[in-house]
């Protein structure tokens, strides 16, 4: 069975400085991806970023990155230069390949707040 | 923007009343899901879609059933709505492009 681990139910940073939120998943499907989505205040999820197992370099969308070490069975997320506007729940998600419906399974969030 | 609407946004109805929840796309993908939020579990799949009258079940399908009857419109249905599906629903789309899902705005719905 796939899962998604999240151990921080919620954060603190100091605007303007970087922040890593963990993830954990276990999975015995050799392809996968996991994925991180932003659930702001307003309710939405919001896509940021993608990792394929079988990539080679850590993903990377402007300020979020992606800290994936397989060995580890981890992908956490890292925010740099953090802005009032990132406080928000963070979601890891996972998706395997053997099942092609594509479903998300998601951990149960990381709620960060940003101090100005 | 996927181009994702859900209706309605919000909803309080009684237990046992049936119950239907639209959600539309505009893009033509072929994937499509319903997704129920509650507090601590984040987002479980409730069924989901891969084409006009292609379902299946999702990890929380008891209770729920959906139609697909042209590619725009994932309809989800509860029989006879209770307490404990009171939740926030929200479908997806699986992007054309990539593997990464997008979401619709989500369905408060409160079951009384």
């Keep these: ?116 | 923007d996927a181009g994702i609407t859900q209706s309605p946004r919000h909803k309080v109805t009684e237990t046992g009343t049936p119950v239907t929840l639209r959600c539309h796309q505009t893009e033509n993908h072929r994937y499509m899901y319903w997704y129920r939020q509650d507090p601590g579990h984040g987002l479980r799949l409730i069924h989901y879609s891969y084409g006009v009258k292609d379902t299946d079940k999702g990890e929380v399908s008891d209770g729920y059933s959906v139609s697909r009857s042209k590619t725009e419109d994932f309809l989800l249905t509860l029989e006879s709505a209770t307490s404990s599906q009171t939740s926030v629903y929200f479908c997806a789309i699986r992007s054309d492009r990539g593997l990464e899902q997008y979401f619709g705005p989500g369905t408060r719905l409160t079951v009384t």
């Excluded at chain 1, 069975?1 to 970087?18: C, H, N, R, S, W």
């Excluded at chain 1, 922040?19 to 896509?47: A, N, R």
Aim: aromatic fraction near 12%.
């Design chain 1, 1 to 116: 069975a796939q899962k998604i681990t999240q151990t921080q139910p919620g954060m603190f940073v100091q605007e303007k400085e970087a922040v890593t939120l963990d993830c954990t998943y276990d999975t015995s499907d050799p392809s996968y991806g996991l994925f991180w989505y932003k659930q702001p205040s307003s309710g939405e999820m919001i896509f940021l970023i993608y990792q394929g197992s079988y990539d080679q370099q850590n993903a990377t969308e402007g300020r979020y990155s992606l800290n994936f070490q397989k060995a580890r069975k981890s992908a956490n997320l890292v925010i740099s230069a953090s802005q009032l506007g990132d406080s928000a729940m963070y979601f890891c998600a996972m998706q395997g390949r053997v099942d092609s419906s594509y479903k998300l399974i998601f951990g149960s969030g990381t709620r960060l707040l940003v101090r100005p």
